[in-house]
């Protein structure tokens, strides 16, 4: 369909762009008017921050990319000048190294904002899955870029995940032949995993269009988990949640302050600050925190095809999810028993996040096995049986229900006004 | 302060009265524009050269191997700059001409400290290329300086442009006599 978009813009260079190209009244619908649920809490906050975390990566990752070389020669020694000769090397390299922290406590806050009020559950199924696609990618880059600085665990952290897929039968070897090009990690893989690293952001940064262009079609869920009914359920994106986001992202920009300049380190390992050394491996090896969890399920299984299939399972297990919880009901608010499952959940995967970082042995193993059935219980066997068996509370019967007196539904449109001020 | 109160985002209609959000949103205003100055700082300024790239700034030249008539390259700051130690027939040459014949006027001897020592920067002021003259078998162009090969800019014994594209002379660094046969680039 050809033809000039009608614009409804004053300011006449605004109308003359937007006629040709609409990207003002897209703006204005997507984040101006866009209807959204009146109720959110701050949860409903991490979305806007992980895109702003995104972008942070971005730029500190292409100004850090300006004085870093890929070669096991050279890469260490480019990091170091990095910190101490380039003009505030420093602070690009602590921010964009805390930044991958920030940005996985942001995702982990944001897919357990999704689990306890049921974001996965229909209409929202493929947003949901973009996600756990958003998330796979974030952990294959957030591995690549640990390996650039060639310290002792980017080395030995790159050889035992690359020999994961060592485990698969008959072309398990080929495979990691393949991935480091040679025959143990060196310079090929380096250069790789550079090449891949600066790759996939702009792929997440493709896929988080999709989960959004997903999200407004879907519209947004909220704490009660029900749809909203007509106008008085809903607010203009702008400026409540401008606002509201705005807020969150000053404590964000604190937290993440407080982590890049009064403890860059405290989430590193002191050992990557040696350069790698092939014929040596440092004492007790672990991945960055967020990878802990799964490394513990890796390790929790005495047989290694057996762990490394557990392991992937625990995340694609997350895709099927929307048909494993067979409960109408989205929201834990309403969800008496299985809230108290998810919350052990919750807690057991933190769990596993400790059990990951102590040495695989001994009380540790069997936590972390314990943990790691409880993991894929509550997937495959609790969340299944519960939308059978639990009967959930009496929903509202609006968003605007329980804070309007006299309870009811409000006929369309006459109470959005008089709320605004609430 | 109630006259003050304007209901929000719309301006007064006909006054230029003052609102407490006008307040606002100037003071919000400037705060985040030197919020964001305050972080894209830093970013431009690591592209500016590192402590490394300038620690290398200075480079030192024994002078006591260049026999008369004899020239050498030298880098400094990545760049070639021609040292020669000009014969007196090249200095006469190059004190001898007018003033007003010259497209950027100067005289030798605002370009040199010791009479026969002639350092320039090896960089032809046109586009940038690395003008010929340094090698005796070099062509030095039409007075007898040096020949930019990449447009034809001529320079005479003082390294001043004669003829050709190129606007200025070319540039005198900054250098100081640390012996009599030594110095110091930069």
């Given at each position: ?71 096991t ?74 390996v650039?600085?060639w310290g002792q665990m980017s080395f030995w952290g790159a050889t ?24 143990s990690v060196d310079?090929?893989t380096l ?81 990557n600050?040696i350069p790698a050394n092939p014929?040596?491996t440092p ?140 | ?186």
């Amino acid at each position: 369909m050809a033809g000039l978009h009608q614009s409804d813009f004053k300011n006449p260079v605004v109308r003359w762009i937007d006629t040709r190209l609409p990207v003002f009244t897209l703006l204005q619908k997507e984040y101006g008017t866009f209807p959204t649920p009146r109720n959110f809490n701050y949860l409903w906050n991490f979305g806007a921050l992980a895109i702003v975390n995104l972008l942070i990566m971005i730029a500190t990752g292409v100004f850090l990319s300006m004085n870093y070389t890929a070669h096991t020669a050279y890469a260490f020694d480019s990091v170091e000048r990095i910190m101490r000769d380039v003009n505030y090397g420093w602070l690009l390299r602590y921010v964009h190294s805390n930044g991958a922290s920030m940005f996985f406590i942001v995702v982990y806050i944001h897919i357990w904002r999704g689990l306890w009020y049921g974001s996965y559950k229909a209409p929202r199924e493929i947003l949901w899955m973009l996600g756990v696609v958003i998330f796979l990618l974030m952990m294959a880059t957030a591995f690549m870029g640990y390996v650039l600085p060639w310290g002792q665990m980017s080395f030995w952290g790159a050889t035992v995940i690359t020999n994961l897929f060592s485990a698969f039968p008959l072309v398990g070897q080929h495979i990691v032949t393949w991935l480091w090009g040679g025959f143990s990690v060196d310079n090929p893989t380096l250069n790789r995993f550079f090449s891949l690293h600066y790759l996939l952001p702009f792929v997440i940064f493709g896929v988080v269009f999709l989960h959004i262009a997903a999200l407004h079609i879907t519209g947004s869920n909220n704490p009660l988990g029900i749809d909203p009914k007509g106008p008085q359920d809903t607010l203009p994106f702008h400026p409540y949640y401008t606002i509201k986001d705005s807020v969150g992202l000053i404590v964000y920009f604190i937290v993440f302050a407080v982590l890049v300049f009064f403890a860059p380190n405290y989430l590193g390992h002191p050992d990557n600050y040696i350069p790698a050394n092939p014929l040596q491996t440092p004492e007790h090896i672990v991945p960055e925190w967020y990878f802990l969890p799964f490394y513990a399920i890796l390790r929790a299984v005495p047989d290694k095809l057996g762990g490394v299939l557990l392991m992937f399972g625990s995340i694609a297990i997350l895709f099927i999810l929307p048909w494993l919880d067979t409960s109408g009901v989205r929201s834990m608010r309403f969800r008496p028993i299985a809230r108290w499952f998810l919350l052990l959940w919750g807690l057991n995967f933190l769990l596993l996040m400790w059990a990951g970082g102590k040495p695989a042995e001994g009380i540790y193993v069997t936590i972390a096995r314990l943990a790691t059935v409880y993991y894929f219980l509550y997937f495959l066997v609790i969340l299944p049986l519960l939308g059978r068996l639990e009967r959930p509370l009496k929903l509202p019967e609006s968003i605007a229900a329980p804070v309007l007196r006299g309870g009811g539904p409000v006929p369309a449109g006459a109470a959005a006004k008089p709320m605004e001020k609430a | 302060m109630a006259e003050a109160v304007v209901s929000h985002g719309t301006a007064p209609e006909g006054g230029a009265k003052e609102t407490r959000r006008d307040f606002l949103k100037l003071t919000a205003g400037a705060f985040a524009a030197v919020g964001v100055g305050a972080v894209v700082w830093p970013f431009i300024h690591s592209m500016n050269p590192a402590r490394d790239v300038l620690a290398l700034a200075s480079t030192e030249v024994d002078l006591s191997p260049i026999a008369t008539g004899q020239a050498v390259t030298v880098m400094w700051r990545g760049k070639p700059v021609f040292v020669r130690n000009r014969t007196p027939q090249e200095i006469e040459q190059a004190r001898a001409v007018p003033l007003g014949e010259l497209r950027d006027p100067q005289p030798d001897q605002a370009r040199v400290q010791r009479d026969n020592w002639l350092v320039v920067l090896g960089v032809c002021t046109h586009l940038g290329c690395v003008p010929l003259g340094q090698k005796p078998t070099d062509a030095r162009g039409e007075y007898g300086g040096w020949f930019c090969p990449c447009h034809g800019s001529h320079y005479d014994t003082s390294g001043r442009i004669r003829r050709g594209p190129a606007p200025l002379n070319l540039e005198v660094p900054t250098y100081t006599f640390t012996s009599d046969t030594q110095i110091r680039i930069g």
